[in-house]
């Protein structure tokens, strides 16, 4: 049997430049299947203001205002995208009256994050369905239903929604699940323990060969290296001793579970940006390949599987 490749990236949360690389990755890894591990989404959305004689202001640190001509507003709408944040260009006004509305802030956000998750579905009909690659995409904790419906039926014939279910890519198994166990932010996708492990149980049943399945699960496994975040205070601030940053796991004993009792090839997870490690949960390989969206630098990790093992694996940065 011949080796099968995998590039697996997670959490981009929007990054346009990120995701651009995503793709543009293919002609250079040759992968078999490309999967994303969810996290699509962005979390913030930056007000761009009119100036008086046709320029526009923003406030990229949050407190000075930067002036900039017209000519110059596409550039700092990519910026802001390249970082996976959302722009509105919008009178001051009308940002106040949003402020007093969440519900309706809630809503302009929604609709531009669904937006460029409409633009990502169309670079890859455009880059990547030509080249049948499969690419499967996950959702995570921080996305939404909405987003899941979209990429469920808006999605080109080489998009693969593995969402609760087990897909098959060429010669392995892909088992999906975009829940993690519950965060100190109450994200959309949290779930209680028992709870997720209700939901890893259901999805268990559709397993047909746990030595050729490959587990794509948002939440890392608890007591691994994947799963080291830093310790939050009652303001949600990290806490330092004596110079350090303290860490602790925050992973999922229901998907350590998982792992313990199927034994699959290997596993794929990403949730925690911090923790980009390899590592092993009674014997079966499992990666988190971390990720730094905000500067732009993409992480990733190639994985090649040969038959019911793990051959190799590297992580890459772009």
Excluded at 23 to 34: C, E, F, I, Q, R
Excluded at 237 to 249: D, E, F, S, Y
């Amino acid at each position: 049997m011949a080796r099968f490749r995998v590039y697996f990236v997670s959490d981009l949360h929007g990054s346009e430049v990120c995701f651009r690389k995503f793709l543009n990755s293919a002609p250079v890894y040759a992968p078999d299947v490309m999967i994303y591990g969810g996290d699509i989404l962005g979390k913030t959305l930056v007000p761009i203001f009119p100036d008086d004689g046709g320029g526009y202001r923003w406030y990229p640190t949050g407190h000075a205002a930067q002036h900039f001509p017209a000519e110059e507003l596409a550039a700092v709408e990519r910026r802001i995208a390249d970082s996976g944040r959302y722009s509105l260009v919008t009178p001051p006004e009308e940002w106040a009256r949003l402020q007093k509305s969440p519900d309706e802030m809630e809503g302009v956000f929604q609709r531009l994050a669904l937006e460029r998750l409409r633009h990502w579905i169309a670079l890859v009909r455009e880059r990547l369905t030509p080249k049948k690659i499969p690419v499967v995409m996950n959702v995570g904790n921080d996305d939404t239903n909405e987003a899941l419906d979209l990429i469920r039926a808006e999605g080109p014939e080489n998009f693969l929604v593995p969402e609760g279910r087990v897909i098959r890519v060429g010669p392995y198994e892909i088992f999906g699940c975009g829940y993690a166990n519950m965060t100190p932010w109450h994200c959309p996708r949290d779930l209680d323990e028992a709870d997720l492990q209700k939901e890893l149980d259901r999805t268990r049943s559709q397993i047909g060969n746990p030595k050729r399945t490959l587990l794509d699960i948002h939440a890392p496994p608890f007591g691994t290296a994947l799963d080291m975040a830093p310790e939050l205070d009652a303001d949600f601030k990290p806490q330092v001793v004596a110079g350090n940053l303290l860490m602790h796991h925050v992973g999922s004993t229901s998907v350590r579970e998982l792992l313990e009792s199927v034994h699959p090839v290997a596993g794929l997870f990403g949730h925690i940006h911090e923790s980009k490690a390899a590592d092993e949960v009674a014997g079966v390989p499992v990666f988190n390949p971390g990720s730094a969206y905000f500067s732009g630098q993409l992480q990733g990790l190639l994985v090649d599987l040969e038959e019911d093992h793990v051959a190799s694996h590297l992580f890459v940065l772009g």
